[in-house]
């Protein structure tokens, strides 16, 4: 039986992240980035985010990652110290098999306990993968920004998620 793992993120996964990642900038639209950051990139970036104490997951199929979720925060105005963006990838092999869900649901709680209170979601392509996870775990879509990106020979969207991660805010929906 293969076993499924979600745990913290170390630097020494940024080049299985970086995998993750290079294919989705190459074959699809949920980024709008054109050519794969290098390992070093996710490896400074993993440094980064660890080191502000937010949360950065991987899930692991039998000790191989196979996927990763992180949190931001949204802008980097004082202001936004409490609101978050995720970004969440899949290895294209596992897509369709529930990771992604495990992984946003596992993020989700990580957020809250790092301080946040609300996250957003800025779904690429308006990719309706994303789009319909993104609903599942319970986030309202906020907004779409119509052929704001280029990629592949044509315009794409950018749908923008939010949740609330504190019942005292208001509804998401």
Sequence with gaps: MRVTTIRAARTDDAE??????????????ASFEEEPPT???WRDKLTAVLSKGWPFLVTELDGEVIGYAYATQFRDRPAYAHTCENSIYVHHQHLGKGIGRELLERLIG???????????GVIGGGEPASVALHRTCGFGEAG????????FG????????????????????
Excluded: C
């Excluded at 990580?110 to 957003?120: L, P, S």
């Excluded at 749908?159 to 998401?172: A, R, T």
């Design 16 to 29: 299985a992240i970086a995998a993750i990642y290079a294919h989705h900038v190459l074959h699809g639209t």
């Design 39 to 41: 390992m070093l990139f």
């Design 110 to 120: 990580a957020a809250r306990d790092a301080g946040f209170r609300q996250m957003i």
């Design 144 to 151: 779409r920004m119509r052929s704001v990106g280029f990629k």
């Design 154 to 173: 044509q315009w794409l969207d950018t749908v923008y998620m939010q949740l609330s991660l504190i019942e005292k805010d208001l509804p998401n929906g």
